[in-house]
């Protein structure tokens, strides 16, 4: 009875409407491992978990209706998560809904879209990103992964780096190297691949959470039709950038600085430390920095939700959110003493994963532009600084 | 260089027209020249420009319409504090303005109202708040000073009473058989000793001995809850505007900081293309950006009157104290021995910045109030 109609208007209802809507369905029907904030679901499981979503109509919260999704408003989209978090959904990497959907919705064909969008719905497709290589981090538009048209197909040639969960992945969308001729960010094009396409091949990394989270990928005369490019020959670099609103105010969100505090506060009462000055002093500041992080990031929300262009307030929100993650962590190790290298504490039966939470930290300042390069832009867009 | 708030939000009507009508006021009556004059005069502040702003209307800006003022909203307040902030203009328009005003406006005794606003208004009445026996304390309601007898007496020793030297009076907290009561003590009363503080910048404030001074019974505003009640509604906004100007200090601190990095050359290369001065001043811009969504999250809880507003309010003083602070400060280091200097402005924010941090609650005081009052929802942004 929470089902949610794919039909309905989800905003026309009240706040308070909706959210108990969806927390109601989330008590009744969320599988008790998909409930560990702390960790990424991923593979098999994950897919299980958005199919479920997916028939309960409660599946690809940003997408318009008319592409089946449930085209909420920005306010139901933070009310969404907010509920999420309230029933303590582990989160997961889901590009296929949070970026090429919308993508193809905003610039592919009628055909990519009645072909593509519906799979991501259902969850036959799971999609991984191809953007980074090993020589193009933060300078991303160096790109040099080549596609050579010939004929009907583009030939792909090269590798890609921190592909996440690629290895989980049946299709990839990536962005590849057409031309050399033009400034760097010209020659770029937006181009769909199948992951079991011969000449992919997938090397898990094993990163400092011991996770095989991302990967490297290989292309080795990779054939693609040439109809999988998205926007046109060329334009890839702009169609890579054309959802980071939305995305980027979610990079921004404070929904990890909350996780960290919860496994802060039950790292104190774990440790018998919540009264101590140096845990309060340090709880105190965090829980400030907090609630000034949130209120940025309502705000924020509200101006996207009113069509305006926040790109400097959105760089902003990514740094304090993604700092004060980090700090949290910091803390929580710092303030654990000898329990601090074994990265573990017990609170009651609930192991407190306070290693995976202080690594899962690190890259936050790293992806979706690092600190360093947010902080470059800023000192151009927002305050005018000079180049010289 | 743009801001965060204008990026984010749009400024209503009323907005846009009390900040056209500030900066046309400071335009016409303040210069940084009166800025170090005032450091040096017994009150802090000029009479005479304190009747140019009763004469422009700012006095009333808060005050109901049907008691002669312009009915606007905090939000409207906020624009005006961050005009007079901006300038670093002396009046004490908080301490002598809103915060009095909104007492007097707001109390039941429709004899005392119709005898003391008008006269407030049209500037001719500058009364301060005595309010305070300690330092840290936050509360208006708590004091030990005492109203006793037929006719009544007050005893009461206050501390910290801003622009309370030069004021024609003030008003003052005092328990009236345990039950907190707010009353009008006028500057002639017997029995009143003022010593005076001259603060960082320049600010003056007062401790005031109110030894055995009789009080009119038709001079009490308000008794009980509702002293308690509109005692702590106007220190609220009395400690949002404060929050404005802070936010502006450091506003303005930053953008003479930002200007300063784009036009001083060394090593043949302007200053501000160095990444690590870039970097730093971002910092700044982040810590900035945060305290105005912050602030102008807590006008809007108190507007509503939300469960949030205490805490939301005890966040917005914490955190704009902090980056006011920050910001002047660090805008020194920016601009290197220059900024050390009297005769550059940078350094009249430092002060300035210092003693609205340091008035009506430390950033520390309120994060301790913070956390007392916040709901306990840590798992959820709303």
């Known amino acids: 009875m929470n089902n949610a109609n794919p039909h309905e208007d989800f905003n026309a209802l009240s706040d308070d409407e909706f959210r108990r809507r969806f927390r109601n369905w989330l008590e009744q029907h969320c599988p008790e491992d998909v409930r560990r904030p702390a960790h990424r679901l991923r593979g098999q499981r994950a897919r299980e978990w958005f199919r479920l979503l997916y028939e309960h109509g409660w599946r690809a919260p940003a997408w318009p209706r008319e592409h089946g999704g449930m085209g909420l408003s920005i306010p139901k989209l933070i009310l969404y998560d907010e509920e999420l978090d309230h029933a303590r959904i582990s989160r997961t990497v889901d590009m296929g809904d949070t970026h090429l959907g919308p993508t193809l919705i905003k610039l592919g064909t009628e055909e990519q879209r009645r072909l593509y969008l519906p799979k991501i719905l259902n969850c036959e497709h799971w999609w991984c990103q191809g953007y980074s290589e090993p020589n193009s981090g933060s300078d991303l538009a160096s790109l040099k992964t080549r596609a050579d048209l010939e004929g009907e197909h583009f030939v792909i040639n090269g590798q890609k780096i921190w592909s996440s969960f690629a290895a989980d992945a049946t299709h990839v969308f990536l962005l590849v190297r057409t031309s050399t001729e033009a400034v760097k960010q010209k020659g770029i094009t937006f181009i769909l691949a199948e992951m079991d396409t011969p000449g992919i091949t997938v090397k898990p990394i094993v990163n400092l959470a011991g996770d095989d989270d991302f990967c490297e990928v290989f292309y080795d005369n990779v054939r693609v039709p040439a109809k999988n490019v998205v926007g046109r020959v060329g334009d890839g670099w702009t169609v890579s950038r054309s959802l980071l609103g939305m995305e980027r105010l979610f990079i921004g969100s404070p929904r990890n600085s909350q996780i960290a505090m919860m496994a802060l506060e039950a790292v104190g009462k774990a440790l018998g430390i919540s009264e101590e000055p140096a845990f309060k002093s340090t709880w105190t500041e965090l829980s400030l920095e907090l609630h000034a992080v949130q209120c940025l990031y309502r705000e924020t929300a509200q101006a996207l939700g009113q069509g305006r262009q926040p790109d400097s307030v959105l760089s902003m929100l990514k740094i304090a959110a993604t700092e004060h993650f980090q700090r949290t962590t910091e803390a929580m190790l710092e303030l654990s003493g000898e329990y601090g290298p074994i990265g573990r504490v017990k609170l009651g039966t609930e192991e407190i994963d306070m290693r995976q939470l202080y690594m899962l930290a690190r890259p936050a300042t790293i992806y979706g532009g690092s600190s360093e390069i947010q902080r470059n832009i800023l000192s151009k867009r927002m305050l005018g600084l000079p180049d010289d | ?382």
């Open chain 2, 1 to 382: 260089m743009n801001t965060a708030s204008q990026i984010l939000t749009e400024p209503g009507e009323n907005e846009r027209m009390v900040r056209d009508g500030a900066l046309g006021f400071v335009q016409a009556h303040h210069s940084m020249k009166r800025v170090r004059q005032m450091r040096t005069t017994e009150s802090g502040y000029s009479r005479e420009v304190w009747q140019a702003l009763a004469g422009a209307g700012w006095l009333g800006l808060r005050v109901p319409e049907q008691q002669g003022g312009a009915g606007m909203g905090m939000a409207e307040v906020a624009v005006l504090c961050e005009v007079f902030g901006e300038a670093l203009l002396p009046e004490p328009w908080i301490a002598c303005g809103l915060w009095p005003v909104a007492l007097v406006s707001g109390c039941s005794q429709a004899a005392l109202r119709d005898r003391l606003l008008p006269n407030m208004l049209s500037g001719d009445i500058v009364l301060a708040l005595a309010w305070q026996d300690a330092p840290f304390h936050l509360d208006p309601a708590q004091t030990s000073a005492t109203l006793t007898g037929t006719p009544l007496t007050l005893q009461a020793r206050k501390r910290f009473v801003a622009s309370g030297v030069g004021a024609d009076g003030w008003l003052v907290t005092a328990l009236r058989e345990g039950v907190p009561a707010l009353v009008h003590v006028p500057a002639s009363a017997a029995g009143v000793s003022v010593r005076s503080e001259r603060q960082m910048d320049g600010g003056v404030c007062a401790d005031i001995d109110f030894n055995q001074v009789p009080v009119r019974a038709e001079d009490v505003l308000a008794e009980g809850d509702a002293a308690v009640q509109l005692l702590r509604a106007a220190q609220a906004e009395a400690t949002l505007a404060a929050c404005a100007v802070l936010n502006a200090l450091a506003n303005r601190a930053l953008a003479i900081t930002v200007d300063y990095l784009g036009k001083r050359v060394q090593f043949g290369k302007r200053i501000g293309s160095f990444q690590a001065l870039q970097h730093r001043a971002v910092d700044l811009a982040v810590r900035c950006t945060l305290a105005g969504s912050v602030l102008r999250r807590a006008i809007e809880s108190h507007a509503a009157c939300s469960a949030r507003a205490a805490s939301d309010l005890s966040a917005a003083k914490a955190l704009c104290s902090r980056t006011a602070t920050l910001v002047t400060r660090s805008a020194i280091q920016l601009h290197g021995g220059i900024g050390y200097t009297d005769e550059y402005d940078i350094g009249l924010y430092v002060k300035s910045a210092l003693r609205y941090a340091g008035w009506l609650g430390t950033a520390q005081v309120h994060a301790g109030r913070f956390m007392a009052t916040k709901p306990a929802t840590a798992g959820e942004v709303a």
